[in-house]
């Protein structure tokens, strides 16, 4: 505004002249004046200080509480051994983000038909470590995923059939062995954690 047309002017609230009215002014912080930071030395120094620290204030479990946290998270996988025509088939229960890719795989298929043959083939394909002692992925000559699927894929039906089923067998059995070293309800479950 125009100071002289404020002159004169009066605030209904309390007739305060405005015309009189010093201005403020606001003082900002220069951030180019602020402390030097840290080298990049000192903050790896004090990162492995802290790391250290960390690690000395750890406690060890005792060896039932590793024991139920490993079933818990399922470290604990079961294998099993599938003799057929005298080849070796070795089969590991999946994790818990191995089944999940599992049913995302599955889930991307059209027909329910073509779910149920994906969700074999990815099953099997994961689950399967060793062909007569030496690793799948030895044997195959890859580590791709897509590859041991695909040759998973070219198995004779029987067998693609029986090493599903195995798999199926072994994690009933791991699902079980949970729930009979945990509990078998909640409320045993709880107080078998808080012995451990």
Do not use: C, W
């Not at 004169?8 to 004046?33: I, Q, W, Y």
């Not at 059995?173 to 012995?195: C, F, H, T, W």
Request: proline residues 2%; aromatic residues 4%.
């Amino acid at each position: 505004m125009d100071q002289d047309r404020v002159k004169g002017l009066n605030s209904p609230m309390g007739r305060l002249s405005l015309a009189n009215k010093s201005k403020k002014v606001l003082t900002v912080d220069d951030p180019t004046e602020a402390e030097p930071t840290e080298s990049e030395d000192e903050i790896i120094q004090r990162l492995e200080q802290a790391r250290l620290a960390k690690k000395q204030a750890k406690e060890v479990a005792s060896p039932n509480a590793i024991h139920r946290l490993e079933i818990l998270a399922g470290i604990g996988r079961l294998t099993r051994d599938v003799v057929v025509d005298k080849v070796t088939f070795t089969m590991r229960s999946l994790k818990g983000r191995e089944m999940r890719a599992v049913m995302v795989a599955t889930s991307q298929a059209a027909t329910a038909v073509e779910q149920a043959f994906e969700l074999r083939a990815q099953t099997v394909a994961r689950a399967l470590t060793d062909i007569n002692g030496q690793m799948f992925e030895l044997v195959l000559g890859t580590t791709s995923l897509d590859d041991k699927i695909e040759f998973v894929q070219e198995f004779d039906e029987n067998l693609l059939v029986r090493l599903h089923e195995t798999y199926t067998a072994m994690v009933l059995e791991s699902k079980q062995k949970a729930k009979d070293d945990l509990g078998k309800d909640a409320e045993e479950v709880i107080d078998n954690i808080k012995k451990s």
